[in-house]
Protein backbone atom coordinates (compact mmCIF):
# COMPACT_ATOMS: atom_id res chain seq x y z
CA UNK A 1 0.00 0.00 0.00
CA UNK A 2 1.57 3.24 -1.27
CA UNK A 3 0.91 6.68 0.79
CA UNK A 4 -1.24 7.36 -1.88
CA UNK A 5 -3.71 4.99 -1.19
CA UNK A 6 -3.37 6.13 2.49
CA UNK A 7 -4.03 9.77 1.37
CA UNK A 8 -6.84 8.41 -0.57
CA UNK A 9 -8.73 6.18 1.86
CA UNK A 10 -8.39 8.82 4.21
CA UNK A 11 -9.98 11.15 2.14
CA UNK A 12 -13.07 8.66 1.24
CA UNK A 13 -13.65 8.10 5.16
CA UNK A 14 -14.02 11.67 5.62
CA UNK A 15 -16.11 11.93 3.01
CA UNK A 16 -18.21 9.33 4.24
CA UNK A 17 -18.39 10.45 7.96
CA UNK A 18 -19.08 13.97 6.22
CA UNK A 19 -22.48 12.21 4.92
CA UNK A 20 -23.08 10.92 7.82
CA UNK A 21 -22.74 14.36 9.96
CA UNK A 22 -25.47 15.52 7.08
CA UNK A 23 -28.08 12.81 8.34
CA UNK A 24 -30.34 13.89 11.42
CA UNK A 25 -29.15 13.12 14.38
CA UNK A 26 -31.35 10.22 15.41
CA UNK A 27 -29.97 8.65 12.36
CA UNK A 28 -26.33 9.65 13.23
CA UNK A 29 -26.66 8.34 16.77
CA UNK A 30 -28.07 4.51 15.42
CA UNK A 31 -25.52 4.25 12.31
CA UNK A 32 -22.00 5.17 14.70
CA UNK A 33 -23.94 2.39 17.15
CA UNK A 34 -24.07 0.04 13.95
CA UNK A 35 -20.48 1.08 12.74
CA UNK A 36 -19.39 0.19 16.33
CA UNK A 37 -21.43 -3.52 16.41
CA UNK A 38 -19.85 -3.91 12.75
CA UNK A 39 -16.27 -3.13 13.94
CA UNK A 40 -16.38 -5.75 16.51
CA UNK A 41 -17.98 -8.46 15.02
CA UNK A 42 -18.47 -7.65 11.44
CA UNK A 43 -17.26 -9.17 8.70
CA UNK A 44 -13.69 -9.08 7.31
CA UNK A 45 -13.74 -7.19 4.65
CA UNK A 46 -15.84 -4.06 5.78
CA UNK A 47 -13.49 -1.30 5.52
CA UNK A 48 -13.04 -2.29 1.98
CA UNK A 49 -16.29 -3.85 0.99
CA UNK A 50 -19.16 -1.15 0.50
CA UNK A 51 -21.19 -2.34 3.44
CA UNK A 52 -21.19 1.31 5.63
CA UNK A 53 -21.84 2.77 2.53
CA UNK A 54 -24.84 0.73 1.32
CA UNK A 55 -26.10 1.52 5.23
CA UNK A 56 -25.63 5.24 4.56
CA UNK A 57 -27.55 5.11 1.55
CA UNK A 58 -30.17 3.35 2.70
CA UNK A 59 -30.14 5.83 5.63
CA UNK A 60 -30.34 8.67 3.29
CA UNK A 61 -33.03 7.73 1.11
CA UNK A 62 -34.95 6.85 4.54
CA UNK A 63 -34.57 10.90 6.06
CA UNK A 64 -35.49 11.76 2.22
CA UNK A 65 -38.78 9.89 2.47
CA UNK A 66 -39.63 11.19 6.06
CA UNK A 67 -39.41 7.99 7.64
CA UNK A 68 -37.75 7.24 11.08
CA UNK A 69 -34.97 5.73 11.37
CA UNK A 70 -36.51 2.93 14.06
CA UNK A 71 -39.23 2.57 11.01
CA UNK A 72 -36.17 0.88 9.03
CA UNK A 73 -34.46 -1.11 11.60
CA UNK A 74 -36.63 -2.11 13.51
CA UNK A 75 -35.90 -2.20 17.17
CA UNK A 76 -33.70 -4.92 17.66
CA UNK A 77 -30.74 -3.08 15.68
CA UNK A 78 -27.93 -6.06 16.63
CA UNK A 79 -30.48 -8.38 14.81
CA UNK A 80 -30.13 -6.11 11.95
CA UNK A 81 -26.85 -6.14 11.74
CA UNK A 82 -26.60 -10.07 12.35
CA UNK A 83 -28.77 -10.64 9.25
CA UNK A 84 -26.62 -7.93 7.04
CA UNK A 85 -23.17 -9.86 7.92
CA UNK A 86 -25.13 -13.82 8.21
CA UNK A 87 -22.56 -14.87 4.99
CA UNK A 88 -19.75 -12.94 5.68
CA UNK A 89 -16.47 -14.26 7.06
CA UNK A 90 -16.14 -12.84 10.30
CA UNK A 91 -13.28 -12.26 12.53
CA UNK A 92 -15.31 -14.82 14.99
CA UNK A 93 -15.20 -16.60 12.35
CA UNK A 94 -11.10 -16.98 12.01
CA UNK A 95 -10.70 -17.34 15.44
CA UNK A 96 -13.22 -20.48 15.83
CA UNK A 97 -11.24 -21.88 13.26
CA UNK A 98 -7.93 -21.10 14.66
CA UNK A 99 -8.81 -23.22 18.19
CA UNK A 100 -10.95 -25.93 16.65
CA UNK A 101 -7.94 -26.89 15.04
CA UNK A 102 -9.25 -27.55 11.16
CA UNK A 103 -6.91 -28.03 8.59
CA UNK A 104 -5.75 -25.72 6.71
CA UNK A 105 -5.82 -23.20 10.13
CA UNK A 106 -2.70 -22.11 12.06
CA UNK A 107 -2.30 -23.95 15.09
CA UNK A 108 -0.73 -23.16 18.18
Not at 37 to 61: H, M, N, Q, R, T
Not at 74 to 87: M, P, T
Amino acid sequence: MSIRDIIEGKKQWRAHMARVKALPPDYQIVYKEIQKYLFKVGPVDLLGGPLLSDILDFFEEGVAAGRGVMELLGNDIAAFCDDLIKDSRTFADIYQESISGKPGTAEK
